[in-house]
């Protein structure tokens, strides 16, 4: 405008000006401050911030009952020379907390097992400490090996959720904070303007054996059941991944097995090779934001978009299959055997190509499903817990062609699960019932010790009327051999009439049936001075199932040592006074319940063969007194139900309490050595 007089800023103002300007842009450049008490720290620092509450209805007239939503992080800052694996924060809630969201962790509860929300903490846990794992970061690495990169030391958990409490000032906080990790130790936490702090050091075993600069590659997990997530493709919005279930416990196997997992990032499956989902439903997808992300894509192909899918095995006649076979060790109805059985039977595999979501679009950008849970449908499988997945070294496959090269897998993720339910073995345990049984007879004894009543449970609750007339307590009759043969109705009318043959007694009520699915007899057949023999017999009393593959496990304290071999079967001494035993071809196929022609009642599958023992290896032992019985016996990974008595060589022919059975308790499963 003309005439209007410049306005020259002061040199000192504008020097002010762009110290300013330049003071804010570093600040943005810098990344967020480490928590105050961090300094302090020299070992894995845990905080937990309540960020805000808000009154909700109902409104209620007991302060300490009024219930608040609330906001919550908790970081957990490793400040040490050691990389924390896998790690997983403790948070003891005191204030009736339900949490409706989790984001940065996976929400595993104390017990360990999956947790859905909204989750109540209360009635969940009861006071104990709630348990959130890592997840996608599941490691956090050391400020050494990083040069203090806190997107590689930090991981922050932030909580949604209601609590019931009393109002400001009070400030409704968890009592208790720390690392799931028994190599740490954490102090009692401190207050500070709503936020509680700990500093968790390692303990004096464990502080020595850290190391700043350690590989953050995990060596490859062991456990029970091992599952491998390889991606072995990976392209800006999907990925081809090879899961591969390797069964690794001694004696666990799995038949029909079915998979499941959650999908944590909005994944969904566009096809697989080797497997197939329970449930194929794209619904989710196409009216979700899947559908609104992939508006050209054709869901009618998309396979599943569950984002809990259960995966089945595929049957042997598709294993060619040239849509959905083609993989190796897949295709056998989801049957895992031990290793013990065959290297090649105890895995199984299956390869998926998975689509993406963002902000996940780029190659790079790869994350494996959590909470992955495996069940058998057999009730002879055991039951599996598992953790969550864990980075490893890429596994490598060999060239199928046959060249000495390898091929590296882009990443490896690896869940591992064990075995977790303990079987009642004994007259008075209170575990889960066993699902076989053992009888026991000899050649000097006209009568057999049959199961214990109710050797795989009681009925009272799925059969009351069953239970309402019989005895429950009442010790089990000796039988007759040919009684073995039939079912538990008709087998108890000959127990009756054997009873009065040889002047037993007979409780009233009856001994109720031993409700068993599997029934193993072990029969001593001879005794010489040089050596004896057993006859061991299975009998499977499902009318539903054949048992291919089948194997027992039976521990000899005694005997072990002159065990010399089986003949209709394979058998291994494998150490730890086991003697493993498997079917030869034509005998690893265990039949059903059948009816047979010229008997009105039903029979079981059964095979058989003859054990022989030599004493050279074990003097002394004295096969009738009950060195030439089990102790121990286990079908297809589950430990049987032994008898309390075995067969007496006296005049009365009644069956003796085996002392070293008499006092058995709670048995887990079996470790080979």
Not at 1 to 30: D, E, K, N, R, Y
Request: net charge negative.
């Amino acid at each position: 405008m003309a005439g209007a007089v410049p306005i020259l800023a002061h040199p000192f103002a504008v020097f002010l000006a762009a110290l300013l300007l330049a003071a804010h842009a570093s600040a943005q450049q810098q990344p967020p401050a480490p928590p105050p008490d961090a300094a302090g720290c020299n070992g894995v620092l845990l905080t937990y911030t309540l960020q805000g509450r808000d009154k909700i209805r109902p409104f209620v007239a007991a302060p300490d009952s009024q219930p608040y939503s609330f906001r919550a992080s908790a970081t957990v800052l490793n400040s040490g020379t050691r990389t924390l694996r896998s790690w997983a924060l403790l948070l003891t809630f005191a204030h009736g907390e339900v949490l409706v969201g989790v984001d940065g962790a996976v929400l595993t509860s104390s017990s360990g097992a999956e947790a859905d929300l909204p989750y109540n903490t209360t009635a969940a846990d009861a006071g104990r400490p709630t348990s959130f794992t890592g997840y996608p970061q599941t490691d956090l690495l050391t400020p050494i090996a990083t040069a203090g990169d806190l997107t590689k030391i930090q991981a922050t958990v932030d909580l949604v959720g209601t609590l019931f409490a009393g109002p400001d000032p009070f400030e409704p906080l968890p009592t208790a904070l720390s690392l799931a990790d028994p190599s740490y130790a954490c102090p009692p936490a401190v207050n500070v303007s709503r936020t509680l702090s700990t500093c968790c050091v390692l303990t004096a075993g464990t502080a020595g054996n850290d190391s700043a600069l350690d590989d953050p590659a995990l060596t490859r997990r062991t456990g029970d059941l091992v599952i491998t997530y390889d991606v072995v493709q990976a392209h800006e919005t999907t990925y081809l991944a090879l899961v591969t279930i390797d069964n690794d416990a001694p004696l666990g196997r799995l038949d029909g097995w079915q998979l499941s997992w959650q999908w944590m990032r909005g994944e969904f499956i566009s096809s697989m090779r080797g497997a197939y989902p329970l449930e194929v439903d794209t619904a989710p997808c196409l009216y979700g934001p899947q559908g609104r992300h992939y508006k050209d894509l054709d869901f009618s192909k998309v396979l599943s978009c569950d984002p809990r899918p259960v995966v089945l095995d595929l049957p042997p006649s598709r294993a060619n299959d040239a849509a959905i076979g083609g993989i190796d060790r897949c295709c056998r109805n989801g049957t895992v055997l031990p290793k013990s059985m065959g290297v090649a039977q105890s895995m199984s595999a299956f390869r998926m190509e998975v689509y993406k979501m963002p902000p996940d679009l780029n190659r790079t950008s790869l994350h494996p499903p959590a909470r992955f849970t495996i069940r058998g449908s057999s009730p002879l499988n055991p039951d599996y817990q598992c953790g969550e997945p864990l980075p490893v070294v890429p596994s490598e496959f060999p060239d199928p062609s046959g060249l000495a090269s390898t091929t590296v897998a882009l990443a490896t993720w690896q869940a591992v699960c064990n075995i977790t339910n303990t079987t009642a073995t004994t007259a008075t345990a209170t575990a889960k019932p066993p699902r076989c049984c053992v009888s026991f007879s000899a050649f000097y004894n006209e009568s057999v010790v049959p199961c214990r009543t109710c050797a795989c449970g009681c009925p009272a609750t799925t059969q009351p009327a069953v239970a309402a007339s019989c005895s429950t307590t009442a010790p089990s009759l000796l039988l007759p051999p040919y009684a073995l043969l039939m079912p538990s109705d008709r087998r108890a009318k000959e127990a009756l009439t054997w009873a009065d043959q040889k002047h037993f007694s007979v409780p009233n009520p009856m001994p109720c049936a031993d409700f068993c699915g599997v029934s193993i007899n072990w029969h001593v057949a001879t005794d010489f001075a040089g050596g004896w023999s057993a006859r061991l017999t299975l009998f499977n009393w499902d009318d539903h199932t054949d048992m291919p593959h089948w194997f027992t496990a039976i521990v000899m304290d005694k005997a072990y040592d002159g065990f010399e071999q089986a003949y209709s079967f394979n058998a291994t001494a494998v150490g730890n006074s086991t003697i493993f035993v498997k079917g030869r071809e034509g005998f690893n196929f265990l039949l059903r319940e059948t009816n047979m022609s010229g008997v009105d009642y039903p029979v079981p599958g059964k095979l058989q063969s003859v054990l022989s023992f030599t004493k050279k290896q074990t003097p002394g032992i004295d096969v009738v007194a009950g060195d030439g019985f089990p102790s121990k016996v286990f079908f297809n990974g589950v430990e049987c139900a032994m008898p309390l008595r075995i067969p007496s060589q006296g005049p009365s022919n009644r069956g003796v309490l085996l002392p070293m059975l008499s006092s058995l308790v709670v048995s887990t499963f079996l470790l080979l050595l």
